[in-house]
């Protein structure tokens, strides 16, 4: 009985022990896993992600303002525009 107690040292690898997964679900499990950060992380951080859209939106906001500006400034610079040349032309008919 002895013999069988050393000859039976079967050793079990820790994740079969402590998880219960096989090899080669252990190993399917570790690919998932890095696989699915890989992809949060592109997702978060990448061309096409969160971070950008956040800057991309925040930048819109900023034109959108800048044009609204540009178009009172503008309507101020007509007004004036259209006063000097009606002054222009009032000098012009008095002259004559």
Do not use: C, H
């Not at 992380?41 to 959108?64: A, C, I, Q, R, W």
């Amino acid at each position: 009985m002895s013999q069988e107690l050393l000859e039976d040292k079967s050793v079990t690898p820790w994740f079969e022990k402590n998880l219960g997964l096989t090899l080669n679900s252990f190993i399917i499990a570790i690919v998932f896993v890095v696989a699915s950060g890989v992809y949060i992380g592109v997702l978060l951080f990448g061309d096409n992600s969160l971070e950008v859209y956040m800057n991309l939106e925040e930048y819109e906001y900023k034109l959108s303002n800048k044009i609204s500006n540009i178009k009172k400034e503008n309507s101020l610079l007509q007004k004036e525009y259209f006063e000097l040349r009606e002054l222009d032309i009032d000098y012009n008919r008095e002259k004559k």
